[in-house]
């Protein structure tokens, strides 16, 4: 089955700074690389998500960029905020195969003003 | 509703002792989801249903975990002989399956947070 390896696991920055998150997965039929973001005792949110087709998206501060040959998928946050403080969560599967969405164990971003 | 509902939101319980909890999907939607998290980790996978089905349950830890779906909408996990290890915050999802194609967004609920003394 599919194994989702995320790292760092905690990251701290100074407003204004990037953000960068990585994750890595095992399985070559991947194909929906979503993150996810998680708020103290709120449940998980989808901020963006990339397919297999492409190899970077961006929303406004936010993108994602994907390597499938090497099997692993970054997370950009540029100018980042204290609300962008949270734990943020990569995930991988092949909906159209029906493989359940496998998550990695999260990055707690702190951002200090 | 208007999201994935969950109940009940927190319940604590005894060792030994037999436990439901609920997951109401968003309406339409015909994938759902059972993940638990524990303090510090991410949605560990449990059991996955398209329609009234388990389309895959490799998640569920051992046979004490069960869940059911028998009408493809609402579905019920339970746990019988509740361990000290089993809390955690059990997670529901719900995703949107058009023609066959699963788009993959899954929508969470707010959860519900199993604590076994």
């Known amino acids: 089955g599919e194994n989702v390896e995320q790292h760092p696991s905690t990251l701290s920055v100074q407003e204004g700074d990037s953000a960068v998150i990585k994750c890595t997965y095992s399985d070559s039929a991947s194909n929906y690389f979503p993150w996810y973001k998680q708020e103290l005792g709120k449940r998980p949110q989808l901020i963006i998500d990339i397919r297999s087709n492409v190899g970077e998206k961006k929303d406004q501060r936010i993108a994602v960029t994907l390597n499938k040959t090497a099997k692993h998928f970054s997370l950009h946050i540029t100018e980042t905020q204290p609300e962008d403080s949270a734990v943020y969560f990569c995930?991988?599967?092949?909906?159209?195969?029906?493989?359940?969405?496998?998550f990695g164990k999260g990055t707690t971003l702190s951002v200090s003003s | 509703g208007a999201g994935v509902s969950q109940t009940p939101s927190n319940k604590v319980t005894e060792k030994g002792k037999y436990v439901e909890l609920r997951c109401d999907p968003i309406s339409g939607h015909t994938a759902l989801y059972w993940y638990r998290q524990s303090l510090g980790q991410g949605p560990e996978f449990l059991i996955y249903f398209q329609g009234t089905g388990a389309a895959d349950d490799s998640g569920l830890p051992n046979d004490r975990f069960f869940a059911v779906r028998p009408e493809g909408s609402v579905s019920t996990l339970k746990i019988q002989r509740t361990e000290r290890g089993d809390s955690a915050v059990y997670l529901c999802?719900?995703?949107?399956?058009?023609?066959?194609?699963?788009?993959?967004?899954?929508?969470f609920g707010e959860g519900s947070r199993l604590t076994v003394l």
């Open positions: 995930a991988a599967s092949n909906p159209q195969a029906g493989t359940a969405l496998i």
């Open positions: 999802a719900s995703s949107l399956t058009r023609t066959g194609t699963n788009t993959g967004e899954l929508f």
